[in-house]
């Protein structure tokens, strides 16, 4: 038993002794070894809005990613933004992508739908920044 337990610290000693200079040699890579930099991959910038944002009303901060379909807006279940405001209609309103351009459409509401301080009566262009109030909610397109 004795003889087994000198063998083995024999081993870690020898093992701990060639460590350190292992280490030194991984340390610095061998210039064959060493690469370029990396530059990190440049965003492309988008020419569009690529959210709808709540800026009034109950749902303030929520945010939705914008994509290739459009967002329904309203009390039912089943629009992609829910509303519970008494002020909005089932499905009040719906904005959507047509020829790379945004548009809100009011879906028949009793209450309307809003550009600024105007009522909107058909489809009409939107551009980011510009609030669309829906009830007691406001939304914009959001870069």
Do not use: K
Request: aromatic content about 4%; some cysteine; overall charge positive.
């Amino acid at each position: 038993m004795l003889t087994a337990v000198a063998v083995l610290r024999r081993d870690l000693a020898a093992r701990n002794a060639v460590r350190p200079e292992r280490r030194r040699r991984s340390e610095a890579p061998a210039p064959q070894q060493q690469r370029a930099p990396v530059s990190a991959p440049v965003a492309a910038h988008s020419t569009g809005p690529t959210r709808l944002v709540v800026t009034a009303g109950p749902l303030t901060g929520t945010s939705l990613p914008l994509g290739a379909s459009s967002i329904l807006i309203g009390r039912a279940p089943s629009c992609t933004l829910v509303l519970d405001d008494d002020y909005s209609s089932s499905r009040h309103a719906r904005i959507f992508p047509q020829g790379g351009s945004w548009f809100v459409e009011d879906l028949g509401s009793t209450n309307g739908t809003f550009l600024g301080d105007r009522q909107i009566t058909g489809p009409t262009p939107l551009q980011p920044g510009v609030g669309v109030q829906i009830g007691r909610s406001v939304v914009e397109l959001q870069g």
